[in-house]
């Protein structure tokens, strides 16, 4: 498993918070069971006050990429490096679940949480794969969707470094915004020009009496 896949969990765990729509999905210890995927050994750790937990290190990780999105790459690197310092994570060679055809193991990176609750295994894996997907990729690849009031956490892998929505669905949104503000921008205008133009008119007929 390559280690930039763990990057995900950040963002799904910042994602389960809308703030601008007031929305909150993370609020019971099964919506935190469910932050785990398909990792459920490690979601069965999770008792009710991982809830709050969970919730303390999502603002933390929505902090680093709000100054990502702001250009403060020092904040962002700083924010993420307390958090990796607090919940550690060991690298570990692995091969279960992966062979070649010939049977044998594919070798590759794996993390190894060692946490004293739920919360701490969750964070430690998802610093670990941000702090990957950051220096691999640069902290302009952490974006937050600029599809009014969404404002989800992305990570952007396009190739010319493009992307500024979460999903194509807030993409399309954006762009029929814009549409139609530059449709009510022209409908102004040429409303704007007509009154000029019959305001003109008028002027030169008074002129001429």
């Known amino acids: ?23 909150d999905s993370l609020t019971s210890v099964e919506a935190v069971r469910e932050m785990f995927g398909a990792n459920q050994s490690a979601a069965r750790r999770a008792t009710d006050a991982d809830v709050t937990r969970f919730r303390s290190v999502r603002a933390r990780l929505r902090s680093v990429f709000e100054a990502a999105d702001k250009g403060d790459e020092t904040l962002a690197v700083d924010l993420l490096n307390s958090l990796l310092l607090e919940f550690p994570v060991s690298p570990q060679i692995s091969g279960h679940d992966y062979r070649d055809d010939d049977g044998r ?30 220096t691999e990729y640069g902290v302009d690849r952490l974006g937050l969707c600029e599809a009014s009031p969404c404002r989800n956490a992305y990570l952007d892998t396009s190739t010319n470094r493009s992307r500024r929505y979460c999903s194509d669905r807030c993409a399309t949104r954006a762009n029929v915004a814009a549409y139609r503000a530059r449709k009510r921008l022209e409908a102004d205008r040429s409303g704007s020009t007509g009154l000029a133009a019959d305001s003109a008119q008028r002027a030169s007929a008074n002129g001429e009496r």
């Open 105 to 134: 193991p594919l070798w590759h990176m794996h993390l190894a949480d060692h946490p004293s609750n739920a919360t701490a295994g969750f964070a430690a894996i998802a610093a670990m794969g941000l702090a990957f997907h950051l």
């Open 1 to 23: 498993m390559e280690l930039a896949y763990y990057s995900d969990y950040a963002v799904r765990l910042v994602n389960s918070e809308e703030p601008a729509r007031g929305k």
